[in-house]
């Protein structure tokens, strides 16, 4: 096996661990609205439930942990270059795509009376879209972030934080003996 073969099995598996998080951050996100969502279910509310501002919620959410996400990854590292105006790019994208209108719609579904039945389409898009760009801004951070921003560093040997030698521990000694041991190491005149 060779060098690059192990730089790839590592950054994959670099990847893969970093997807797992991110769909683990979602799973928990969206676990109390599955909880309501059952309990709605159980109340035999059918297709109504889907006329409540919960997947709306969920939406905003991840739209803004998205765009946390991808503020990190732009503020990670100095030498980003080309990237930012992707990065700005897709926060906008976050922004006018997804949390603008699940903020309206959720302002609009709370106070109207009746719900218009295009809500029951539109709130599971944006959620399934808000899920994507979460996604989306945890690679991205993640890449930029591994790899410095700078593709140069993609054939350099991958950091791996648990090589190397372990840190030394401080020697931090009490006052009362610092004190003794600069009288013995000042010079006498």
Avoid: C
Wanted: no cysteine.
């Amino acid at each position: 096996m060779n060098r690059y073969d192990l730089k790839d099995q590592k950054t994959e598996k670099y990847f893969v661990n970093t997807m797992y998080g991110t769909y683990a951050d979602i799973l928990f996100i969206l676990f109390p609205f599955l909880v309501i969502a059952l309990q709605r279910m159980w109340n035999e509310e059918g297709i109504e439930m889907l006329k409540q501002p919960d997947l709306s919620i969920a939406a905003a959410i991840l739209a803004g942990m998205g765009v946390g996400k991808f503020v990190l990854g732009l503020i990670g590292t100095q030498d980003l270059g080309r990237y930012k105006e992707r990065i700005v790019f897709f926060i906008a994208v976050t922004l006018f795509v997804v949390l603008g209108p699940a903020l309206i719609l959720i302002i609009k579904i709370i106070n109207e009376a009746e719900v218009p039945r295009f809500v029951i389409f539109v709130q599971p898009v944006l959620l399934i879209i808000a899920i994507a760009l979460y996604s989306t801004a945890v690679s991205i951070g993640s890449i930029i972030t591994s790899h410095g921003g700078d593709d140069e560093a993609l054939e350099e040997e991958a950091y791996d934080p648990y090589e190397g030698e372990a840190p030394v521990p401080l020697k931090i000694q009490p006052k009362a003996e610092q004190d003794k041991s600069e009288e013995t190491n000042t010079p006498q005149r």
